[in-house]
């Protein structure tokens, strides 16, 4: 695969992306300061789900976008966006507005256009190797309760790039945080970056670590690992303040009572105004970057938040493992640039999960490809056990599922077919009694 075309796929999502999302207004009312359109969604034009991502999108309508303003809320249940700061006359009932959302792709797409970071992209993804890699030595006894696949996984994070594939149930973000907890322990001077496409997947990671952290005995590695950002879920740190960043507790505690008291989104006027205080709120969660990436050795982070950073992380001391989880959902050429951040790579998720959003569909082809897709050299280790149900259910469950798909199916080749691939699936992924709590 081409540079030029990892690049050109980008931009031409990118250029897609600046056309907008169509919606046709269904309603439209004022409450307050604010202006509330009910919006559906159009056939055969470009359109998404009205969900919370759209918050912040720049919104336009009229034949010479003589009315624009910004999506400020977004109530899901109602199909409602809250607009503020709205100019220029309404838009009436079936008239289309389109929304601009923020954009993201740019800080990666100008990573790919610096030659010598595009080159390491490229290395990662020939399987360039490392000229020596750490030796495997037995995982210390607090981790016998690993399985065998699970072990398999903790080491494979010595190799230049590797991948943990977990299907639902089979523990993968316990491994990944062993896999973070175990680094930290045997390489004194190890310095890590946890990262993923979201924020619950970050978050769920490092406290995963910090967990495993206890086990081990060694609390004391415990506030080496830091969190930054501004739209982690606050709750989450309760008891673990020592994950974040000086400072950061008290604004992220003073978050947290602001979450504690939301209003409904019936209320309108309320709700904005509540959600004004929040927004202030975040902007307080900042801390300094460039001398927190100096010094911590698990900096935990979204891959959005790594690509605008990505010079400061690299200005910093050298990063020795750079571990993505939910990996799945990261497309190829974001999964690469994260890669070069440090020696070693590891990705963690189930490619038969979410998959990366990709909206341009000449740029599928290449977007919607992720890292389980293209590092073909890398170590693989599939998780194979799973605990989330006991065996009796997964038996019902996997008949059912034959069932139904087999009933979907022309021709007793391919019912054939499925039930065949079905059974080497089960084989590959015994099931097991759920572990005690």
């Given at each position: 695969?081409?540079?030029?075309?990892?690049?050109?796929?980008?931009?031409?999502?990118?250029?897609?992306?600046?056309?907008?999302?169509?919606?046709?207004?269904?309603?439209?009312?004022?409450?307050?300061?604010?202006?509330?359109?009910?919006?559906?969604?159009?056939?055969?034009?470009?359109?998404?789900?009205?969900?919370?991502?759209?918050?912040?999108?720049?919104?336009?309508?009229?034949?010479?976008?003589?009315?624009?303003?910004?999506?400020?809320?977004?109530?899901?249940?109602?199909?409602?966006?809250?607009?503020?700061?709205?100019?220029?006359?309404?838009?009436?009932?079936?008239?289309?507005?389109?929304?601009?959302?923020?954009?993201?792709?740019?800080?990666?797409?100008?990573?790919?256009?610096?030659?010598?970071?595009?080159?390491?992209a490229n290395d990662l993804l020939k399987g360039q190797r490392l000229a020596k890699t750490p030796a495997e030595k037995p995982l210390p006894t607090a981790m016998e309760t690993l399985r065998e696949r699970q072990v398999q996984a903790v080491q494979a994070a010595l190799q230049r790039s590797?991948?943990?594939?977990?299907?639902?149930?089979?523990?993968?973000?316990?491994?990944?945080?062993?896999?973070?907890?175990?680094?930290?322990?045997?390489?004194?001077?190890?310095?890590?970056?946890?990262?993923?496409p979201t924020n619950v997947a970050v978050d769920t990671a490092l406290i995963a670590a910090d967990e495993w952290l206890l086990r081990l005995g060694r609390p004391d590695l415990r506030s080496m690992m830091k969190r930054v950002g501004s739209r982690f879920d606050t709750r989450k740190y309760?008891?673990?303040?020592?994950?974040?960043?000086?400072?950061?507790?008290?604004?992220?505690?003073?978050?947290?009572?602001?979450?504690?008291?939301?209003?409904?989104?019936?209320?309108?006027?309320?709700?904005?105004?509540?959600?004004?205080?929040?927004?202030?709120?975040?902007?307080?969660?900042?801390?300094?970057?460039?001398?927190?990436?100096?010094?911590?050795?698990?900096?935990?982070?979204?891959?959005?938040?790594?690509?605008?950073?990505?010079?400061?992380?690299?200005?910093?001391?050298?990063?020795?493992?750079?571990v993505c989880d939910e990996a799945s959902q990261v497309t190829m050429p974001a999964a690469l640039m994260v890669g070069t951040l440090a020696a070693q790579a590891v990705f963690a998720g189930d490619p038969n999960q979410l998959a990366p959003v990709v909206q341009c569909k000449a740029a599928?082809?290449?977007?919607?490809?992720?890292?389980?897709?293209?590092?073909?050299?890398?170590?693989?280790?599939?998780?194979?056990?799973?605990?989330?149900?006991?065996?009796?259910?997964?038996?019902?469950?996997?008949?059912?599922?034959?069932?139904?798909?087999?009933?979907?199916?022309?021709?007793?080749?391919?019912?054939?077919?499925?039930?065949?691939?079905?059974?080497?699936?089960?084989?590959?992924?015994?099931?097991?009694?759920?572990?005690?709590?």
């Amino acid at each position: 695969m081409r540079i030029s075309d990892i690049k050109a796929a980008l931009e031409a999502e990118r250029d897609h992306c600046k056309t907008g999302i169509a919606f046709r207004v269904s309603a439209i009312r004022r409450e307050g300061a604010t202006v509330v359109v009910a919006v559906d969604t159009i056939k055969g034009r470009r359109s998404t789900a009205i969900d919370e991502t759209l918050e912040g999108s720049r919104v336009v309508w009229g034949d010479n976008f003589e009315g624009h303003g910004k999506v400020f809320v977004v109530s899901p249940d109602t199909g409602e966006l809250i607009l503020d700061y709205a100019y220029g006359p309404l838009p009436g009932v079936d008239q289309v507005i389109r929304l601009f959302p923020r954009d993201f792709l740019t800080p990666l797409i100008d990573l790919w256009f610096d030659p010598g970071r595009a080159r390491k992209a490229n290395d990662l993804l020939k399987g360039q190797r490392l000229a020596k890699t750490p030796a495997e030595k037995p995982l210390p006894t607090a981790m016998e309760t690993l399985r065998e696949r699970q072990v398999q996984a903790v080491q494979a994070a010595l190799q230049r790039s590797a991948l943990i594939i977990g299907p639902p149930g089979t523990g993968k973000t316990f491994t990944v945080g062993a896999t973070l907890a175990h680094l930290l322990c045997r390489f004194p001077n190890a310095r890590l970056i946890l990262t993923g496409p979201t924020n619950v997947a970050v978050d769920t990671a490092l406290i995963a670590a910090d967990e495993w952290l206890l086990r081990l005995g060694r609390p004391d590695l415990r506030s080496m690992m830091k969190r930054v950002g501004s739209r982690f879920d606050t709750r989450k740190y309760a008891g673990r303040d020592h994950l974040l960043a000086p400072g950061l507790y008290e604004a992220a505690l003073k978050l947290s009572l602001l979450e504690d008291e939301e209003p409904p989104k019936t209320n309108i006027e309320r709700y904005v105004a509540w959600k004004k205080r929040v927004d202030e709120a975040c902007g307080a969660l900042k801390v300094d970057f460039v001398a927190l990436a100096q010094d911590t050795r698990v900096l935990a982070l979204t891959t959005t938040s790594a690509f605008l950073h990505f010079d400061a992380l690299q200005a910093a001391k050298a990063w020795h493992v750079v571990v993505c989880d939910e990996a799945s959902q990261v497309t190829m050429p974001a999964a690469l640039m994260v890669g070069t951040l440090a020696a070693q790579a590891v990705f963690a998720g189930d490619p038969n999960q979410l998959a990366p959003v990709v909206q341009c569909k000449a740029a599928i082809p290449i977007l919607s490809q992720t890292a389980f897709d293209v590092l073909t050299q890398a170590r693989t280790v599939r998780l194979n056990e799973q605990s989330r149900m006991a065996p009796g259910i997964c038996d019902v469950t996997l008949a059912r599922f034959l069932r139904r798909q087999s009933n979907c199916l022309p021709g007793g080749f391919a019912r054939h077919a499925l039930a065949s691939r079905a059974v080497a699936v089960v084989r590959e992924w015994p099931s097991r009694a759920p572990d005690p709590v």
